[in-house]
C-alpha cells in the first residue's frame, strides 16, 4: 500500500508564509512527477506546481514568484513553500506522485488526502 501524507496547512494572514509538506510511503521503487493541486470551495481542482524526479519544475501563471515546489528523493518527500500569501489562495492543497511500486510495474497516480489552507485578509 502506498500513502501521500501532507502536512504544513493552516490559517495564515495575507502577505504570511507556511510550508506544505507531502510523505510518501509504503513499497515504492520510484517516483516520477509529483506535484501540488488546490482545490478553493465550489470549483476545480486547479494544478498548482509540479516537478520531476530531475528537478525539473512547473507553476501555474498565479503562484509563479511566490510559490516554490521542491522534493527530497531520498525521503520521498515534496514540499510546497507558499510565501506572500493571498486570500485567493485559500483551498484545500493535494499533492500527487506518479509512482511504481515494482521495478516491473506500470507507473500510477496516488493523492494525498488534503491540507487546509486558509489566507485571512
Known amino acids: 500500500q502506498v500513502q501521500l501524507v501532507e502536512s504544513g496547512g493552516g490559517l495564515v494572514q495575507a502577505g504570511g508564509s507556511l510550508r506544505l509538506s507531502c510523505a510518501a510511503s509504503?513499497?515504492?521503487?520510484?517516483?516520477?512527477?509529483m506535484g501540488w493541486y488546490r482545490q478553493a470551495p465550489g470549483k476545480q481542482r486547479d494544478l498548482v506546481a509540479t516537478i520531476t524526479s530531475a528537478g525539473s519544475t512547473n507553476y501555474e501563471d498565479s503562484v509563479k514568484g511566490r510559490f516554490t515546489i521542491s522534493r527530497d528523493n531520498a525521503k520521498n518527500t515534496m514540499y510546497l513553500q507558499m510565501n506572500s500569501l493571498k486570500p485567493e489562495d485559500t483551498a484545500v492543497y493535494y499533492c500527487?506522485?506518479?509512482?511504481?511500486?515494482?521495478?516491473?510495474?506500470?507507473?500510477?497516480?496516488?493523492w494525498g488526502q488534503g491540507t487546509q489552507v486558509t489566507v485571512s485578509s
Open positions: 500527487t506522485a506518479n509512482l511504481q511500486r515494482y521495478w516491473y510495474g506500470a507507473r500510477e497516480d496516488y
Open positions: 509504503g513499497r515504492i521503487f520510484s517516483i516520477n512527477t
